[in-house]
Each structure stands twice: as structure tokens, then as C-alpha cells.
């Protein structure tokens, strides 16, 4: 038995999704930007696309851009933004995807100045400290709606109330909230945000901004008029059909996707908790439907993630951004976790086709696979040692 639980990193696309874009490959193949029957096949398509995403996110569809990933979105957004007001200063929070982090760190070379709030312990940032990092020249508050490791659901309609309070421009990183949270732009009050395919059963390759009509941005793709101007490169078609398609979906289904993938995950995280010495990283509750992250004391991250995928089981020790870096979680120590601890914490991301035997499948082998790594490793923390810093 293969058991996939990495569906942070990427998900199996849909086959609707699939059956969608397939004649866009080798059919309707033509440039949309061309001015003949293909082509305009191809544009149409693209702007059938276009008008499906505003309608999911209750934005027009001017205010959709469509990009390359979700890391080229942000890029877009944050230093988008930053560049065409030239200066000021810029607030995120230290549980960031590194798309932020190392976007803000490239602007700081640039002369813009940047605040990174911690978060608390369950890994929620609690709103009075962004409100205690503006300044009169912040120009820009970018919070990840949900994060990619340890599932915490931010706050955001208190950020953007507060954002809006201040005349300051609010970006949310939406990418792993596409499958079971509400990402209406203006319900949220937000005024950029991200999303991106191969998380919600899409293709990888592609995603979105959306971005308010009154938000004006410096381009970061230069050579062409695309997307309104704002990012140039031929237009992939079928992947940007592929990604209104799982959106759509994702969305159509995602009260029924959350009550069934929670009750999963409780049950999963329980069972795990049974073995000793084990801990949750993020909070119980407020967290994505499909994520469980949990430290195993005293054993190296890379060694169970090798143990595990011996016996079929497809899980990460972090970010997919980040796999081949043997530097330990940032979010782990973001929460105020010993390094021990963040080398040790593995993450398993469930997606709509997790059954409850697969993961009776992983509660059974994990068991053998922590005593064996815990009699060979020369680390021995407690539980004890940990709570007590």
C-alpha cells in the first residue's frame, strides 16, 4: 500500500480538471494573443477562465491575473506593490513560505524597511502586535491566510479591518486555504491575494493574484501586454483552465470536504499522540481540515521520512520548497520549539481521497518505525525537558 500524505506540497489533479484541459494541449493549442480561429479558441477559453475565478472570489474579472505558481504571485504582489510606491515600510509574520520572507529580505537590499511579527505559540499571530508594527510610512501587510506546515488559520478579516483602518494595503497568501476556507476578497477585506493550482487538484505551473482594480503594481515580467500589462509571457491555457476548473470544484464542495477531512484528522492525531513522546505543532482547532504536524522527540527528521516511504508512506518533514535543506523547520522555531524539536516534526497533509484505512495503515507501522530510530539515536530530551524549556 502507497499512502500519500504530502498533499501540502502537491494533490493528485482531479479528473474533471484533467478531461477540461486535455484539448487545450492538442486541439485548441493556439496562441490566445493570436488573431485566427485557434487562437481565438485559446483567448476565449481564457477569458471564460478568468470570469469563472472573479466569480469564485467575488471580484471582477479585471482584477485577476493569472501567473506562473504562487510563489511568482507573491513575488508580484509584495514587491509589485513596494516598488511602485518606492519606499516605506513592510509587516509579515516569521511563519511566512519563504516567497514572502525572501521577497521582504530582497526589498530590505532595496532600501524599503521590514517588520517581522512572531507568533504565538499555536502558531496564530495575535492581531495587537501587527497593529503595534505600523507606522506612518507602512505601506504594505502581508499574513498567509493558512500556513503550509502546521495548518494555523490566521486571522484575516481582523488583519484587513485594521489594514483598512490604517490605509494600508493588505496581501494574504491564500494558497493552502483554496480547499476549505472562504475566499471571498470582500468579505475577507483583503486587497491582493494568492492561490495557486497544485494545491486544490489542479495542474502545477500556474496561479493567480487577484488584486484590486485601485492597486496599482510594478510589473516583475517584462516583454509583453498580457494580463492587463501586469505579468508578460504567453498565457498557458490549459493550466489556467485546469486551475479555474479545481477551484471551482474545490469550492463547490469544500463545507462537506472540511467536515469530513476534520473528523480524519482528529481521529489520526489522536492515534499518533498515543505514541510517547510525541507533541502537535499548531493549534488543535483553529487549523486546515487536512493537516497534522507532529514532532517525534529524539529522532531526525530525515530518518523517519526515509523509514516511512520504505513502507509506503509519502509525508514531509517541512515545506516542499525547502525539502533538500537540512536546516531545521523555520515555523517549528517560529513557535518557540529547540531545534531537537523542529528536526524531529514530520507534517502529513491528507487531500478529498485520504481514506480512514490508509491512515490506519500509517497508525500501524509508525509505532516500529519511532522505536527503531529512538534505539539508535543519541539524542534523549523528554517531554518534560521540552515543556520546561
Not at 66 to 81: D, H, M, P, Q, Y
Amino acid at each position: 500500500m502507497i499512502v500519500y500524505l504530502d498533499n501540502s506540497a502537491s494533490t493528485k489533479v482531479d479528473e474533471n480538471v484533467l478531461k477540461e484541459m486535455l484539448p487545450y494541449f492538442s486541439e485548441d493549442y493556439g496562441n490566445p494573443g493570436s488573431m485566427h480561429s485557434i487562437g481565438l479558441k485559446g483567448s476565449l477559453a481564457l477569458d471564460f477562465a478568468r470570469e469563472k475565478v472573479a466569480k469564485l472570489l467575488n471580484a471582477d474579472y479585471r482584477e485577476i491575473i493569472f501567473t506562473g505558481s504562487g510563489s511568482e504571485s507573491i513575488n508580484l504582489a509584495i514587491k509589485g506593490v513596494a516598488q511602485q510606491k518606492k519606499k516605506g515600510h513592510l509587516i509579515t509574520t516569521s511563519i511566512e513560505h519563504h516567497a514572502v520572507l525572501d521577497s521582504f529580505e530582497n526589498l530590505e537590499k532595496e532600501g524599503f524597511e521590514t517588520t517581522i511579527v512572531d507568533v504565538e505559540k499555536n502558531g496564530i499571530v495575535d492581531v495587537n502586535k501587527i497593529k503595534d508594527a505600523i507606522r506612518e510610512d507602512t505601506i504594505l501587510i502581508s499574513v498567509m491566510y493558512a500556513n503550509n506546515e502546521i495548518g494555523s488559520i490566521q486571522p484575516i478579516k481582523e488583519i484587513a479591518k485594521i489594514a483598512k483602518e490604517n490605509k494600508i494595503l493588505f496581501h494574504v497568501d491564500a494558497c493552502q486555504a483554496g480547499n476549505s476556507e472562504n475566499i471571498d476578497v470582500k468579505e475577507l477585506g483583503v486587497d491582493l491575494m494568492t492561490l495557486n493550482g497544485s494545491k486544490i487538484h489542479g495542474p502545477k505551473g500556474v496561479g493567480c493574484l487577484f488584486k484590486k482594480r485601485i492597486v496599482a503594481i510594478k510589473p516583475q515580467i517584462l516583454g509583453g501586454s498580457q494580463e492587463f500589462k501586469l505579468r508578460s509571457g504567453t498565457e498557458n491555457v490549459p493550466l489556467i483552465i485546469g486551475f479555474a476548473k479545481s477551484l471551482e470544484i474545490a469550492q463547490e464542495n469544500k463545507v462537506e470536504y472540511k467536515k469530513h477531512l476534520t473528523q480524519l484528522r482528529d481521529y489520526f492525531i489522536e492515534k499518533l499522540l498515543k505514541i510517547p513522546d510525541t507533541m502537535l505543532n499548531g493549534d488543535d482547532k483553529k487549523r486546515l481540515p487536512n493537516n497534522i504536524n507532529i514532532t517525534f522527540l529524539n529522532i531526525e527528521g530525515e530518518a523517519i521520512l526515509l523509514m516511512m516511504d520504505h513502507v509506503g508512506i509519502c509525508a514531509s518533514s517541512g515545506s516542499a520548497c525547502t525539502s533538500k535543506s537540512l536546516d531545521p523547520s523555520h515555523v517549528i522555531l517560529a513557535l518557540g520549539r529547540p531545534y531537537e524539536v523542529a528536526h524531529g516534526s514530520i507534517r502529513f497533509t491528507m487531500s478529498k481521497y485520504t481514506t480512514k484505512e490508509e491512515l490506519d495503515h500509517v497508525i500501524e507501522k509508525m509505532p516500529a518505525i519511532v522505536k527503531r530510530l529512538r534505539d539508535i539515536s543519541p539524542v534523549h530530551l523528554t517531554m518534560e525537558e521540552i515543556q520546561n524549556g
